[in-house]
């Protein structure tokens, strides 16, 4: 799911500022991001992870007709013709599955997808002169690390078919870069999105039962599920329980924009972290829900789950020095952001 964009006019060397696709939870954020940043955007989604009235909203939201086109990403006779039709000079790549217990068990629809998807649309790319790709990568690229904050020099290694997959991914685009220098890439490893876009209009809204952890607080303080379970507590973290670094989706979104435009200004690649350099654990994030929500959200401690990490925290300096990126929104932000999106989405 991915949506390509043009500026509204021709930049000085006469390219078109395409960039992006996407109606998902990321893509669609990323959207608004553009669209503001004063991108034309054309959405390019086979809505298997996205609801079908996400365009409607985006027009709501931007005062303007959203181009959308429903279609796979592994279809490169239809990339063809989206090219053919759009003066497109760069994507941003959200198209891939991304559950690392799904991938568990099914590690070749993961490969398939994730990465046979990329390696179709470069082709396309290839096809049409657009050699400009920002790439949706993810901290689970570094497995277990051993130094947090992590840096984007940690070594990557796969724990599970998810992550190998964005490691796969990522080595291509090197690989390729490296052999063809008039391709240019940027990677963008995410931390732990959560939150929603302020309007209460876009967010998160898992089709089944969330497996990611502020979903899934969120259901609870819906009334929607009796409780949270702690994966764990006798992690080596100063409460116990699992420390993640959480970032807003709107400066996730943010992020996104920084990259494309570096790109499309300077032509270099860069791999950088998106997150805030700050964890927060299980009953933090509980403890932060119950407070934009105004309830004591009800959670009892399980064992582990398979494959977690005690702590997944993002070096961000690389971003800041490469993009002039770094995060605005605080924990409350997204927890109360969350808040009012779940409440709206219930009563849609
Ligand atoms: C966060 C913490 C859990 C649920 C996810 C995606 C991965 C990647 C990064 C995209 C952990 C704990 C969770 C629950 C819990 N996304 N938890 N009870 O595992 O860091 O990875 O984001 O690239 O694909 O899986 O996020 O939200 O699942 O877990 O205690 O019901 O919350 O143990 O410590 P995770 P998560």
């Known amino acids: 799911m991915s949506a390509l964009a043009q500026t509204r006019e021709r930049d000085g060397n006469g390219w078109q500022n395409p ?41 709501q939201l931007t005062n303007a007709p959203v181009t959308c086109i429903t279609g796979d990403v592994r279809n490169g006779a239809l990339l063809d013709q ?55 990568s993810s901290a689970t690229v570094y497995g277990l690390p051993d130094q947090t904050p992590t840096p984007e020099t940690a070594p990557r290694q796969a724990m599970n078919p998810y992550g190998k997959s964005k490691i796969l991914g990522e080595e291509v685009l090197e690989h390729l870069v490296a052999t063809d220098p008039s391709w240019a890439f940027g990677i963008l490893r995410y931390f732990n999105p959560a939150g929603a876009h302020g309007s209460g209009l876009l967010g998160e809204n898992p089709k089944d039962t969330p497996s990611n952890l502020m979903p899934f607080v969120a259901k609870v303080a819906l009334g929607e599920l009796p409780l949270v379970q702690v994966f764990g507590n006798d992690y080596p973290t100063p409460d116990g329980t699992g420390v993640r670094d959480y970032i807003h989706v709107e400066d996730l979104a943010h992020g996104h924009v920084l990259s494309l435009s570096a790109l499309i200004a300077d032509g270099k690649s860069h791999l950088v972290n998106l997150g805030t350099g700050q964890g927060h654990s299980v009953l933090e994030i509980i403890a932060a829900y119950s407070d934009a929500c105004g309830q004591d959200l009800p959670f009892e401690i399980a064992p582990r789950r398979p494959g977690d990490v005690p702590v997944y925290c993002a070096e961000t300096e690389k971003a800041k020095e490469l993009l002039g990126f770094s995060t605005r929104k605080s924990l409350a932000d997204m927890c109360q952001s969350s808040w009012t999106w779940v409440q709206n989405a219930a009563t849609r």
Request: charged share 20%.
């Open 19 to 59: 960039s992006h696709r996407g109606a998902g939870y990321i893509g669609s954020h990323t959207y608004l991001a553009l669209k503001q940043a004063g991108y034309e955007v054309v959405i390019l989604d086979n809505f298997g992870n996205a609801q079908a009235d996400v365009p409607d909203r985006l027009a």
């Open 82 to 136: 989206v090219f053919a039709d759009h003066d497109i000079v760069a994507v941003v790549h959200f198209a891939a599955l991304k559950s690392v217990g799904d991938s568990m068990k099914m590690p070749l629809t993961y490969l398939e997808s994730n990465l046979g998807g990329l390696l179709t649309l470069l082709a396309a790319m290839e096809r049409a002169g657009c050699r400009r790709l920002v790439f949706s």
